[in-house]
């Protein structure tokens, strides 16, 4: 028996999201004695996975499936799941996988639970922990099925490097390939030279309080000393101060980092929604009553616009000394 996992690619290369789910298909299988198997397509790097515990990748090399389709994907893993005989199929909370989880459960018979956030507990059902209500609570849930497809929220289990023999496979199960008709990609627009806001570990966000777009200069400059993405709340979006790809929210992104600066963002519930399962949360605001500061670790009450700046300031110092 296996425990087979989506592995999702990034640029070509297995992505961060991919290696979190080896490394919970990893502690899980350490467990229980199974496998753990991956299925990519056009993977360029698929021996990676061997460090996050992957006993085999199977590398869909077709060149007709590199771009996502959500049903051949899926039909793809599903001739995965009886080839490896299966009991369990992890994906990610990406998009194209949020898109695929439905279609894939159908296909293989699965109970499917998204926003999984730990490992199955030790029980006499097979019971996860996972995030509800744009994660302002948490439920158990039980899958009586015998196949079982999780969703694993991002960050949430978090990447171990646990290295097994690995080997690599080709796998180019038949596709009934007119779905690319009926579903197809027409276009798509890469953000280029930027670390992608769900990946992201550290994310610079900024509001309304920034006043105006000629402003971002200081956000984007403590991002970059950081190493961080940025991000933005839904009106500086919807006032075209910042691209639409960086509102985050209920009705935006939802990220995970392990670190989220919030500047002059008042901190509504619909915009934590979409943030707090980040791991620290500061929030700099110059109203000590915002209700960010509730849900903040650490916070700073103070002008955005003299604060951030000795923030650069002081992080370049302690850069520049390390
Ligand atoms: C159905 C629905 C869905 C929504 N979805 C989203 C969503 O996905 N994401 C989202 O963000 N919002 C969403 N909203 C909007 C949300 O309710 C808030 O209106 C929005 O988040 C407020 O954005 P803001 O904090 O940038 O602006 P404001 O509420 O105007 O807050 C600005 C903050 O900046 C502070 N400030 C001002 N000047 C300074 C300064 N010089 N230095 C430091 N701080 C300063 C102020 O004290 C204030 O706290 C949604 C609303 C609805 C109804």
Known sequence: MSILIYAEKQNGKV???????????????????????????????????????????LNVTNDKLKDFNAFAYSHVIKEAVDKENSKMVLISSSNDSIYAGPIIAQYIDAGYVSNVISLPEDSDHFVVKRKVFTSKGIAYTAILTDKKLLRI??????????????????????????????YKVVNVEKVTGKVPLTDADIIVSAGRGLKGPENWGMIEELADVLGAATACSKPVADLGWRPHQEHVGQTGKQVAPNLYIAVGISGAIQHLAGVNGSKYMVVINNDPEAP??????????????????????KLKAYKANQ
């Open 292 to 313: 960010f500061f509730k849900a903040a670790d650490y916070g700073i009450v103070g002008d955005a616009f003299e604060v951030v700046p000795k923030l650069i300031e």
């Open 153 to 182: 929220s991002k960050n949430s289990f978090g990447i171990a490097e646990k290295a097994v023999d690995g080997s690599v496979e080709e796998f180019n199960p038949p596709v009934d390939l007119s779905v690319y008709d009926e």
């Open 15 to 57: 992505s961060k999201g991919a290696k979190e789910l080896a490394s919970y298909a990893r502690a899980y299988a350490d467990k229980t004695g199974d496998q753990v198997v991956a299925v990519g397509f056009s993977l360029e790097n698929p021996e990676e996975l061997f460090q996050y515990g992957v006993n085999k990748v």
